[in-house]
T-cell receptor
Framework: EAGVAQSPRYKIIEKRQSVAFWCNPISGHATLYWYQQILGQGPKLLIQFQNNGVVDDSQLPKDRFSAERLKGVDSTLKIQPAKLEDSAVYLC?????????????FGPGTRLTVL | AQKITQTQPGMFVQEKEAVTLDCTYD???????LFWYKQPSSGEMIFLIYQGSYDQQNATEGRYSLNFQKARKSANLVISASQLGDSAMYFCAMREGTGGSEKLVFGKGTKLTVNP
């Protein structure tokens, strides 16, 4: 079974530029998550999808961040314009369904550096 | 308020010995779940073990066990017979929410180094 795929693995941009990350979850997984992990901290949930609907985006900085999962499969996360403090690893995860002990499977992440 | 607290920024253990990584949590929800994830230097998060708040017995998965003390709100990870490959960051996380909006809240992590 293929894991969660993310691209690119690394991205370096200058502040005020825009950037987009792509995630393809494990086949059949209805729930998809985007996390931001700043160096030295644990991951922080940005947005959670159930199929193509948003379940939770309470911690997404909506003035600059957007995400979509149009067909309920793969997803893109966009930052426009980027700030220095957006430098982090962006992790995508998926799970089979929303449930109490439902394990989340993580992708390798995209490391973003904003100069 | 911090919901997951990992008080050990770094831990060292000799190969083949056991090590305990601490985790305390804060919630008023009677139904919750606790997870431990491993993050090697390559960056991916690897699920290790899960404990539900209503589970009567401590969870075990191979060399990993979870010392769940509900009254003290602690969920410490015990790794037995440490191996060099266990060197990594370890994150404790708590599932919050019900009815379709569950999400994981992570602690800041503990860096484990296994010495030969």
């Amino acid at each position: 079974e293929a894991g969660v795929a993310q691209s690119p693995r690394y991205k370096i941009i200058e502040k005020r530029q825009s950037v987009a990350f792509w995630c393809n979850p494990i086949s059949g997984h209805a729930t998809l998550y985007w996390y931001q992990q700043i160096l030295g901290q644990g991951p922080k949930l940005l947005i959670q999808f159930q199929n193509n609907g948003v379940v939770d985006d309470s911690q997404l900085p909506k003035d600059r961040f957007s995400a979509e999962r149009l067909k309920g499969v793969d997803s893109t996360l966009k930052i426009q314009p980027a700030k220095l403090e957006d430098s982090a690893v962006y992790l995508c995860a998926s799970s089979l369904r929303l449930a109490a002990n439902n394990e989340q499977f993580f992708g390798p992440g995209t490391r973003l550096t904003v100069l | 308020a911090q919901k997951i607290t990992q008080t050990q920024p770094g831990m060292f253990v000799q190969e083949k010995e056991a090590v305990t990584l601490d985790c305390t949590y804060d919630t008023s929800d009677p139904s919750y779940g606790l997870f431990w994830y491993k993050q090697p230097s390559s960056g991916e998060m690897i699920f290790l073990i899960y404990q539900g708040s209503y589970d009567q017995q401590n969870a075990t998965e191979g060399r990993y066990s979870l010392n769940f003390q509900k009254a003290r709100k602690s969920a410490n990870l015990v790794i037995s017979a440490s191996q060099l490959g266990d060197s990594a960051m370890y994150f404790c996380a708590m599932r919050e929410g019900t009815g379709g909006s569950e999400k994981l809240v992570f602690g800041k992590g503990t860096k484990l180094t296994v010495n030969p």
